[in-house]
């Protein structure tokens, strides 16, 4: 399967955040939610911070679009060009639920094909678990010294279940931010601020916990 980067659209707290990026999120947000397809698909990666898995900022349910076309049951066309786009089926909304899990339990069928997932295993959510509290640790500390910013932690879920190369979440303030891969079932995790020189680190994160492993680079 073809590797993919991403951006990870953490950020929930609108004051910190250009105008523009705010409205692009609600104007696609309003699109998805109302089953303006044509709309959805014309503002997604209209802008470089405008992309198919942009939920409301400020909002509190995270339905991406392709959650929103799983609830409506939108034709299997609008979900494969979202899906084209980078939408990412293992994204789930604040209460959990995939895409697929929502076409399911609305009684759209006829998504459950292009939207379907592997269901992660015990042993594989546990991982899952233990990185995100590990990550989310890590951006706390490294973001200290900053201005307190509301942020949806990075889910690693995506990142292995999605087999993306690298997951972006760039910080508001920190003029940089964390870039998270996974390598032989470890999340390696680099963060810097462009800024300040030799500010880079490097960690690699396992079940057991989080351990510095490079700095000064950058």
Not at 29 to 53: E, H, I, M, R
Not at 153 to 177: D, H, N
Request: aromatic share 8%.
């Amino acid at each position: 399967m073809e590797q993919r980067n991403h951006d990870w659209p953490g950020v929930t707290d609108p004051g910190v955040l250009e105008d523009a990026v705010v409205d692009g999120s609600h104007r696609l947000a309003d699109a998805a939610k109302g089953g303006a397809w044509d709309t959805v698909l014309q503002l997604v990666g209209s802008g470089p911070w405008l992309g198919p898995n942009q939920w409301r900022i400020g909002g509190t349910s995270w339905f991406a679009p392709l959650h929103q076309a799983a609830w409506l049951g939108a034709p299997v066309e609008v979900v494969e060009r979202l899906l084209a786009h980078g939408a990412w089926r293992s994204l789930r909304t604040a209460d959990g639920d995939r895409p697929v899990d929502l076409a399911r339990r609305r009684g759209h069928g006829h998504l459950v094909d292009a939207l379907a997932t592997p269901d992660v295993t015990d042993a594989g959510r546990r991982r899952y678990d233990a990185w995100d509290r590990h990550l989310d640790a890590l951006v706390g500390e490294r973001t200290s010294s900053l201005d307190p910013v509301a942020y949806r932690p990075v889910a690693t879920e995506v990142l292995g279940e999605e087999r993306l190369q690298t997951l972006w979440f760039p910080f508001p303030g920190m003029y940089g931010g964390f870039s998270s891969s996974v390598h032989r079932n470890r999340l390696v995790v680099e963060s810097w601020c462009r800024v300040v020189g030799g500010s880079g680190q490097a960690h690699v994160i396992t079940e057991g916990g989080c351990v510095l492993v490079e700095e000064g680079f950058v």
